[in-house]
């Protein structure tokens, strides 16, 4: 090799090399500290996109349990508030059939109707007082959990209408039991209203097993998610500890190595000597 004191190659092609091997050293240790292998767009752009892309399906995932969830505590609210409303009506069923018998005096007529006039009343108070998060829970109005794993073609609506709790939505009629024949007629009133009552607690148990299955797939689905996420993203850590010993004695020789390029101008010197 020619000496020469306008360009120093050796130094050159030695310093170029302590940046290469020092910016693979602070990549590493950025791995170690952060335990993430992408942190930045440059290290690894198509997997950052990719692990980006899982990240929004994993939020998706996420919201969209809590949303079934909501859904399943709102559903459970209504099937206990209607299990009251059964326990009220098999006692008015007593109630109608001991009625209905005849023979009763007036003041036992007039306990009887008392009793059940007060159990319409708290058929009533439950339909228009069963609260959940604050909003009623008997009305028309359909309740809908959105479910989605963040894309148009993974996203679904499970709907379920408890509907109006009332006593006409119950045919049941404001009616008292002072005579046999009132009695007969609300025994076949409140009997009827049972039915009703049982179809629409089967209807809802359907819809809170409905969304506790798409909750369950959306557990797996957020694991499975996470684990792919997790492998693009996660550092070796013991391949980052490898490389930072190498590192560091790469970077130690490449000083040494700077240092010695740096000394072979000086033997220009000794030629004019």
Known sequence: ???????????????????????EMNSTLEQLSSGSRINSGADDPAGLAIADGLQANVAALT??????????GELQVADGALSQVTTLLDRAVTLATEAANGGLSTAQSTALTGEYTAIQN???????????????????????????????????????????????????????????????????????AIATVAATRGSLGASVEE???????????????????????????????ANLSQYSILE?????ALSQANQQQQLVLKLLQ
């Open 252 to 256: 130690q020789t490449g000083i040494s």
């Open 211 to 241: 969304l506790q299955a798409a909750s369950n797939v959306m557990t797996v689905q957020t694991q499975n998610l996470t684990s792919a996420e997790n492998n693009i993203t996660a550092a070796d850590i013991p391949s980052a500890v």
């Open 63 to 72: 919201q969209s349990g809590s949303n079934a969830t909501d859904g399943v």
């Open 122 to 192: 708290e058929i009533t108070n439950i339909g228009a007082n069963t609260n959940y998060n604050g909003a009623q829970v008997f009305t028309a109005n359909a309740v809908n959990v959105y479910l989605t794993d963040g894309t148009t073609s993974g996203s679904t609506t499970i709907s379920a209408t408890p509907g109006a709790l009332t006593l006409g939505s119950l045919n049941l009629t404001a009616s008292n039991l002072g005579t046999t024949t009132s009695a007969q007629t609300q025994l076949g009133q409140i009997t009827s």
């Open 1 to 23: 090799m020619s000496l020469t004191i306008l360009n120093n190659m050796s130094a050159i092609a030695a310093e170029n090399q302590l940046n290469i091997t020092s910016a």
